[in-house]
Nanobody, 122 residues
């Protein structure tokens, strides 16, 4: 499986940004998909997940601001980020995990995309 992330950039606090991840996998529609992020000097952390039923999970710090979605026709997963804060600055990674298995830590991921840098200036 290849995951290709895009959409990062430099924005100001309060702005919005949309990340996308294109997957090459015949069974994309059953994979659990997720966005992780890693800030400088910190460990990689989960941001949001979406499973094949479109059930979602968000880490507390992004609830109400970020929305994860998937398009099983285009085999893409997106992360719409609003009201961005300086502390959202990080390299964002999309990841894929097994069907019906929680994808909450890096160890759970089966596949990784390359990171895309999001920088939020205050």
């Amino acid at each position: 499986v290849q995951l290709q992330a895009s959409g990062g950039g430099l924005v100001q606090a309060g702005d919005s940004l949309r990340l996308s991840c294109a997957a090459s996998h015949r069974a994309f529609n059953i994979l659990t998909m997720a966005w992780f992020r890693q800030a400088p000097g910190k460990e990689r952390e989960i941001v949001a997940t979406i499973n094949w039923r479109r059930s979602t999970y968000y880490t507390d710090s992004v609830k109400g601001r970020f929305t994860i979605s998937r398009d099983n026709v285009k085999d893409t997963v997106s992360l719409q980020m609003t009201s961005l804060k300086a502390e959202d600055t990080a390299v964002y990674y999309c990841a894929a995990g097994a069907k019906d298995r929680a994808l909450r830590s890096s160890d759970d991921a089966l596949y990784w995309g390359q990171g895309t840098l999001v920088t939020v200036s205050s």
